[in-house]
């Protein structure tokens, strides 16, 4: 059997990943943490063969879970579950030494199959698009926003509206949406869901994961 940890602070993803390794019936949940300190806590008494964590959690990144775990144990395989898997995420999970990186949005049954690849080569990274963000880093591309631009993109992720925007920068709402609208364009997108997605993917928010 190979045994898994999981750390996530949703209980719901918890529980579905639980039931997709337990479907396979060669994995064994021995451990589960909601919280980096309750994961660090577990990790000292016994270290699993394969380690899946959120980037994301109440207390602190996944990713300073998977570095600091990979620096003790060079055989673990680590497993780095991301809801925006864009290229900051990626390269992010690699440095750490994780073995995988796989997106939420995922089936169950990926984390599985990145959980298999993890526990026969830890130290051999895998990641949906890996290629193409390779590409990316050698051979930048993609929408360049002007500094206004990236400001107010800056914003409308953290949540704010067009009058919130224009009173921040002390510019009139017409030119706030004008900027939106221009971003919009740039990105391909259609609203600030869209818009804020695809600037993770393109590296134009660092630091979101």
């Known amino acids: ?24 019936g060669d994995f064994e949940i021995v451990a589960e943490a909601g919280t980096l300190a309750d994961a660090r806590q577990s990790l000292a008494g016994t270290v699993p063969q394969v380690l899946v964590t959120d980037v994301r959690l109440p207390d602190g990144s996944g990713l ?3 570095r600091a775990m990979r620096e003790d144990h060079e055989d673990l395989g680590i497993v780095v579950l991301t809801m925006y898997a864009g290229d900051d995420t990626l390269f992010g999970a690699l440095d750490a030494g994780a073995s995988a990186l796989v997106s939420k949005d995922a089936p169950g049954d990926d984390v599985v199959s990145a959980a298999r690849h993890a526990a026969v080569s830890p130290r051999s990274f895998t990641a949906k698009d890996l290629a193409g963000a390779m590409q990316r880093r050698m051979q930048p591309q993609g929408p360049r926003l002007t500094d206004r631009e990236s400001q107010i993109l800056e914003l409308l992720a953290e949540g704010l509206g067009v009058a919130q925007i224009s009173r921040q920068l002390f510019i009139s709402e017409s030119t706030a949406k004008t900027h939106i609208s ?19 993917q393109s590296g134009l928010l660092p630091g979101r994961e």
């Open 64 to 66: 300073d879970l998977a």
């Open 1 to 24: 059997m190979i045994t898994v940890m999981l750390v996530d602070d949703h209980e719901l993803i918890r529980q579905g990943l639980r039931r997709a390794f337990e479907r396979t």
């Open 182 to 200: 221009r971003i919009y364009e740039k990105l391909g997108a259609a609203n600030r869901a869209q818009a804020v997605m695809k600037a993770v």
